[in-house]
């Protein structure tokens, strides 16, 4: 009788060590953190002309990475607030700069436009669209 008493409460413990670690993880167990991905803009060729195209077909989410390599001073990116601003490429003066050559930006759920705010720059395809589901 004595193992089965030591057993049960061995496993008692070890249950609640579970519960507690997936309580201090947050209501996700983690999930998130470990579910999220870096996007290398452009591929290998980095932020740069002609990268429009680049989001075509990739299956982004809320809390994704887009890392934007760029040489300091050559680029920057800007993040726009709508469809017409990203296709004029108007850039409002509210409008979140990033400017480092080495820029991460979290994706929130929906579409994300960014564009280089470098005088014709956008105008040469330094723009692009991100849908996050």
């Known amino acids: 009788m004595t193992r089965a008493t030591t057993g049960s409460g061995s496993s008692i413990f070890m249950a609640l060590i579970c519960v507690m670690v997936v309580v201090a993880q947050g209501n996700d167990g983690g999930k ?3 579910d999220s ?8 060729a980095g932020w740069s002309f ?45 409008a979140t700069v990033w ?15 960014f564009v280089c705010g470098i005088p014709g720059h956008c105008q040469k395809g330094m723009k692009i669209v991100v849908t996050a589901r």
């Open 32 to 34: 998130a953190a470990a």
């Open 37 to 44: 991905r870096l996007w290398p803009v452009g591929d290998s």
């Open 50 to 94: 002609g990268v429009l195209g680049w989001p075509n077909y990739k299956p982004f989410k809320a809390g994704d990475i887009l890392l934007f390599s760029y040489k300091h001073g050559a680029h920057n990116v800007v993040q726009v607030n709508t469809v017409a601003q990203y296709s004029m490429c108007e850039v409002p003066r509210n």
């Open 99 to 113: 400017s480092s050559g080495n820029d991460r930006i979290t994706l929130a759920r929906g579409m994300s436009f």
